[in-house]
């Protein structure tokens, strides 16, 4: 209950100027005149001024001396001093004669002091009777009590009253840290149902627009006054702002005052800047505190240290303090470590909780260990929970059931959330059907995102539209780079063998030799038997064939018939007839049809000359 809203005012004396339905308030006395004060009140109260003895009755109070308070405060209430009928409601209370205070405040409260009324509404509220209740906060509020307006604000929005907002707004706009935070708070849900369009077609501000800024507005108002759980929430939005530095005075100040979560977030920023010592200081600090996600933080980092043992123990106090990560976590530790049992055990844990990527995780593990049956189910909860990766699996599931409806419906369902594996399947699908358009857009998507696959297909795509090169007008190739040699780059880049050949087949077509056997040294050495081929093309034509059969070799083994056949014309020519035929007879075997004719006639040409 609050102490003292009204300070040894006068009832109906006259003597002060007040503003219209403003509560006197006196200024509390300096400490180095307090017991001066005191001894003039005294005698002053002794002499029958029945201001003197509310004035020193609230001083008594403030100092917890109730029983020199309350022979003082009689006194002035006998008079007429509303203020000291408040006071008195006050001392009453504290001493557990809340009925009698509810009796004074209502005298004070009914001669109109607002500090009363706000009482008399608690006493109301805390013994269930809300009409009462809202009657005298009502009363409270509307003569501008700021603990009135935010009581009454707290009872409307307990009851779903539209008018909660108002008298909220009126508490914070009067200084309540608590009603500002909770204003922001209010704002910050409304903005949540606008972030999807931020901006309107003119681009005008839109209501979420000025709620985000409103709500970061009270936020500061209730941070600057002390209220942590404001001081973690702005840190927030500065952080996603981008304003770190800021962030992170907020984040400290807020856990300074032992709010975990902004001990949490703080340590989360220092790591990012690199500094990780102080990040686990905060973690634990936070941990301690029973911050479940500040103990996995401190599981993750010993665990990257090697110290399973200490991140084990971080993760189940992560679990202890209800956060479902840290199963999670136990389970991917055991997966890591081999002990596949506990992983699974830890995994269901989590995904019984609702943890969807547990769930996904569970559904792999099962999957591995040959259980299709009982994986499926688990991918769809994760899948439906929101989970891209189960999203992708579940396709990957029905795909080899050759179930390819089901499966595309996954993929694309994943792909429509960002996987580029996904949008890789649904982009093949696409082409299958004859529908480049989308196809060329989910290879785009697969290939931003990274898929080496994505881009060489979209390269390929590309290609394939491309027409031929212009002439320069003395008859020389006029070379620009195209979309579709950028596209195959960047797969030969990530290391993808096709597209190497493709890029070294494009550099040998504009005359750079040395780019050329580049790229085929670097899918030949990765294992393709067309960049071998063609480095030993490059090669030969370079007048190094020693080399270039070396290379021929490995793709004739590898299965390619074209290297067959240019072993057996090099074997041939050099004389070692029983060598070329015997790759003569390697050509016809691997084909293509032309090659397998070229070689058997060569074939048949050596065997005479064998035989003769």
């Known amino acids: 209950m609050d102490v003292m809203g009204d300070k040894g005012t006068l009832f109906e004396t006259g003597r002060f100027v007040q503003p219209s339905g403003v509560e006197p308030v006196r200024d509390e006395l300096g400490d180095m005149g307090e017991v001066a004060e005191e001894t003039r009140l005294a005698l002053a109260a002794q002499s029958g001024d029945a201001e003197a003895s509310s004035v020193l009755g609230a001083m008594l109070l403030r100092r917890g001396d109730l029983d020199a308070a309350e022979p003082h405060l009689r006194a002035a209430t006998a008079a007429g001093d509303r203020a000291a009928a408040n006071n008195l409601g006050v001392l009453l209370h504290q001493r557990g004669y809340a009925d009698e205070a509810a009796g004074w405040w209502r005298i004070a409260a009914v001669a109109g002091s607002a500090a009363a009324a706000h009482a008399l509404g608690r006493h109301h509220r805390e013994r269930g009777d809300e009409p009462a209740a809202e009657y005298w906060l009502r009363q409270s509020a509307e003569q501008g009590h700021v603990l009135g307006a935010y009581a009454l604000a707290d009872l409307l929005e307990h009851r779903g009253d539209v008018g909660a907002g108002h008298w909220m707004r009126a508490a914070a706009e009067r200084g309540h840290r608590e009603a500002a935070y909770r204003l922001a708070r209010a704002l910050d849900r409304t903005s949540g149902h606008g972030e999807l369009d931020r901006t309107s077609g003119h681009g005008e501000e839109t209501p979420a627009d000025n709620a985000v800024a409103e709500a970061e507005q009270w936020y500061r108002q209730a941070a600057a006054r002390g209220h942590r759980r404001a001081a973690l929430h702005l840190g927030a939005i500065l952080e996603k702002r981008g304003e770190l530095k800021e962030a992170g005075r907020w984040y400290l100040t807020s856990a300074k005052d032992g709010e975990p979560q902004a001990a949490c977030a703080l340590g989360f920023l220092l790591r990012d800047a690199g500094d990780t010592e102080s990040a686990a200081v905060w973690w634990l600090r936070a941990a301690q505190d029973g911050d479940g996600n500040a103990a996995n933080a401190l599981g993750a980092l010993h665990a990257e240290r090697g110290e399973t043992q200490t991140a084990e123990r971080w993760y189940r106090a992560a679990l202890d303090a209800g956060d479902d990560n840290g199963a999670y976590n136990l389970g991917l530790l055991c997966a890591e470590q081999g002990r596949t049992a506990q992983a699974e055990q830890w995994y269901r844990r989590a995904a019984y909780a609702g943890h969807r990527e547990a769930a996904n995780a569970l559904a792999i593990l099962l999957l591995r260990g040959g259980d299709t049956t009982g994986a499926e189910p688990w991918f769809s909860k994760a899948a439906e929970a929101g989970s891209v990766d189960a999203a992708f699996n579940l396709g990957i599931l029905y795909a080899g059931r050759d179930e390819d409806e089901m499966a595309l419906r996954w993929y694309e369902r994943a792909a429509a959330a960002g996987h580029s594996e996904a949008a890789l399947q649904v982009g093949i699908a696409r082409l299958r059907e004859g529908d480049e358009q989308e196809a060329e857009r989910h290879l785009r998507c697969a290939a931003g995102g ?34 579709c040699e950028e596209w195959y780059e960047r797969a030969a880049s990530q290391g993808h063998r096709r597209a190497q050949v493709r890029v070294g087949m494009l550099a040998a077509a504009r005359g ?5 056997a580049r790229w085929y040294r670097a899918a030949a050495e990765a294992g393709s038997r067309n960049g071998a081929f063609n480095l030993g093309l ?41 060598e070329g035929q015997g790759w003569a007879d390697r050509a016809v075997a691997l084909g293509p049809t032309e090659v397998a004719e070229r070689a058997g006639r060569l074939r048949d040409a050596l065997r005479e000359e064998l035989s003769a």
Not at 460 to 483: N, W, Y
Request: net charge negative; no cysteine; hydrophobic share 45%.
């Open 512 to 516: 750079d030799v040395v780019e050329a």
């Open 538 to 578: 490059l090669l030969a034509r370079e007048g190094s064939e020693p080399e270039a059969a070396v290379w021929w070799t490995r793709a004739a083994n590898a299965g390619h018939g074209r290297a067959a056949l240019r072993l057996a014309l090099v074997y041939a020519r050099r004389g070692e007839l029983a």
């Open 450 to 483: 990274g898929s080496a696959e994505g881009a060489y297909r979209l390269a390929a795509l590309l290609d394939a539209r491309r027409p031929p090169e212009p002439a320069h007008e003395l008859g020389e190739t006029v070379h620009e780079k195209t979309e």
